[in-house]
């Protein structure tokens, strides 16, 4: 008997930030495909809502609250996670903005503490992430690690959001030399870079002026790229980073 292409039944993901958008249309994605999930939020409340969504929905799924920029927190959580289900196969770093909200201005006129809350999130706690739930992967020979990054590491734009450029750059190099180590192992290591999203207000007007196919990418887009990235049909993918925009960026 075959299983479905894509399928990810009997597959435990944690998934950062999912209690709402893009995350949560990731987990939402895992779930459909047959994985246990997870849905970490720094605020225990949102955490809360989108699990319990997911499982009126028929789907397996878990609060998993803790902030991501605090090791403790965040291995206990993972801990946590473990004891529940005896591990976890498949970690979506998707947590990319801070619980205070994205901030915009000029790089000259920022401060050093500002650009820390992008770094602590989208590269610490990508960093700590994986060294929490790397052992079992390893051990037990198959795992997925998946980063969601943003095109603002490829191509500049005036916006004011340096600080979250270089944070995702940094994602990008880190996966690229993790995937290095541990694809004998069975554990690939990937990044979906998504370009403009409909999350913001403007997103729209943008994207059909700018992306080749003309609209902007939507939760549902970036659980379907996640999905694959997690299934074993993806096992000779690892090291990459896969654009998801909308035919903006060709190159």
Not at 39 to 66: F, H, K, S, T
Not at 133 to 139: D, K
Not at 194 to 206: K, Q, R, S, V, Y
Request: charge should be negative; glycine fraction near 14%.
């Amino acid at each position: 008997m075959f299983l479905p292409l894509f399928s990810l039944t009997g597959r435990r993901a944690l998934v950062t930030g999912a209690g709402r958008g893009m995350g949560l249309g990731i987990a939402r994605a895992l779930a459909r495909q047959g994985a246990q999930v997870a849905v970490n939020e720094a605020l225990p409340e949102r955490a809360q809502e989108a699990a319990e969504c997911l499982v009126n929905e028929g789907y397996d799924a878990i609060a998993a609250p803790a902030d991501i920029t605090d090791p403790a927190q965040l291995r206990e959580m993972v801990t946590g996670v473990k004891a529940r289900w005896g591990g976890i196969d498949i970690f979506v770093a998707n947590a990319g903005v801070p619980v205070g909200g994205m901030t915009y201005g000029r790089f000259v006129e920022s401060a050093p503490e500002e650009w820390k809350a992008y770094i602590d999130l989208n590269l610490y706690g990508l960093m700590h992430g994986c060294q929490a739930v790397l052992p079992g992967m390893l051990e037990q020979g198959w795992g997925r690690i998946i980063a969601i990054t943003s095109e603002s590491w490829r191509a500049g734009v005036p916006m004011g959001i340096a600080a979250y450029a270089a944070s995702k750059a940094g994602a990008v190099g880190f996966i690229r030399q993790l995937a290095s180590e541990t694809g004998r192992q069975g554990v690939t290591v990937n990044a979906l870079s998504l370009g403009t999203m409909n999350n913001w207000e403007g997103a729209e007007a943008i994207a059909r002026k700018s992306c080749a196919v003309a609209r902007a990418g939507s939760p549902q887009d970036v659980g379907a790229g996640v999905a694959y990235l997690a299934s074993e049909e993806a096992s000779w993918v690892t090291g990459q980073v896969h654009a998801l925009n909308g035919g903006s960026l060709t190159a």
